[in-house]
């Protein structure tokens, strides 16, 4: 990693939505922008010129997978993540907060921090906010988060609560905890769907010196409807010049909306894990290629994408690969899932320094054949 300070610059603003920079130590980053997930150091199905075809200028890797296999000391002596994964850009990576959530049953968390078995060997391992920070270190991600504590959507108030003091007390301790030069740290708001919890929660987080703010605890089991609502009221009043991310989110629709609130960053597995299951995302909507209409259908998958697979692809063959349990299947589909969320970021930057994104989002939404 170099000493390349971390900066973020904003460009142009079409009401909350912006467009702008983030510039870190592996390279510039062009917002809003997607994030592929790299999980375990790698685009399922994916090489790292794949995903860079896509348009992706940023991966993310997660801390939790990555620290039990192969271990974070090994990634440091291969040079880091992005050198180990030979992927020639930056990184974000998340502390492996998500991982306490989705993976209650095998997790004891105290203010102290987290106890867990590994879901690999049942390996008793404990993390605490300040080795979270050192784990993210040893990895040289360009961009490190916080540990936090996320409860699900359906937690009740009292526990919402609990988890938000909590993220906040593992926020102090982590704020000054040593990490490489050049490495960013972005804090995490919690609160659930509840306005004033998320309001209090992000005066105490924005108030520290964390490079960027991130709205966690989104997409884990709300309805839609009120994680829109979140986006709408704690967005546009997230620091202006600071990077906004939301964590885990997540279709089309919650990018676009996301951005039409302010935010900058977005990660989700979506676009690669629907991929795998034969659903794509096209203009309007989503196709699943497993349907037996497809099943002599000469067309692309999506007319108006540009990606190797629809380029080259009709969509009876992509079906019959996907019946076949063929796997070229898999990367057939993630190339051409990612290059639709790419197009749909690189489309919303422009039409952001237009002044016209209100109808990018609206024709992006409800022109094509989606399902």
């Known amino acids: 990693m170099t000493t390349t300070p971390f900066s973020f610059r904003i460009t142009h603003t079409d009401g909350h939505a912006r467009t702008g920079f983030i510039e870190t130590p592996h ?108 784990v993210q270190g040893a990895l040289g991600s360009d961009i490190a988060m916080v540990l936090d504590e996320c409860p699900p959507g359906d937690a009740p108030l009292s526990a919402i609560q609990r988890a938000m003091e909590r993220t906040t007390r593992w926020a102090e301790r982590q704020i000054d905890a040593p990490r ?52 709408a009221e704690i967005g546009p009043h997230m620091p202006a010049q600071r990077p906004r991310y939301v964590m885990g989110v997540g279709t089309p629709a919650d990018l676009l909306t996301g951005i039409e609130c302010g935010i900058d960053m977005f990660d989700c597995v979506m676009p690669t894990r629907n991929a795998r299951n034969g659903q794509v995302f096209v ?10 209409r497809f099943a002599d259908d000469p067309a692309p998958l999506d007319p108006q994408c540009q990606c190797y697979t629809c380029r080259t692809f009709e969509r009876r063959y992509l079906r019959h690969l996907f019946m076949s349990q063929e796997l070229l299947i898999h990367r057939l589909l993630t190339l051409h899932n990612l290059q639709h969320y790419g197009d749909m970021t690189a489309q919303a930057r422009q039409a952001i320094a237009t002044g016209n994104f209100a109808a990018m989002k609206k024709d992006w939404l409800e022109s094509g054949e989606g399902d």
């Open 27 to 134: 390279g510039t980053v062009p917002t809003p922008a997607f994030m592929p997930v790299g999980t375990r150091a790698t685009v399922k199905a994916l090489s790292p010129e794949d995903v860079r075809q896509s348009g992706a200028a940023i991966l993310l890797g997660n801390t939790y997978h990555l620290m039990l296999r192969p271990g974070e000391a090994l990634i440091q002596r291969a040079g880091g993540l992005a050198r180990f994964m030979a992927w020639h850009g930056p990184t974000l990576t998340d502390s492996g907060g998500f991982q306490i959530f989705s993976l209650s049953a095998r997790t004891k968390v105290t203010d102290d921090g987290v106890v867990f078995a590994s879901h690999i060997d049942g390996q008793r391992v404990h993390l605490t906010p300040e080795r979270a920070i050192a």
């Open 180 to 231: 490489p030069a050049g490495q960013a740290l972005f804090g995490i708001v919690q609160g659930g769907t509840h306005t004033a919890l998320r309001r209090q929660h992000l005066a105490q987080i924005a108030d520290m010196p964390f490079d960027g703010i991130a709205l966690g605890g989104l997409s884990v089991g709300e309805p839609i409807p009120e994680m829109y609502r979140i986006f």
């Open 283 to 292: 203009r309007g909507g989503k196709l699943n290629i497993k349907h037996a």
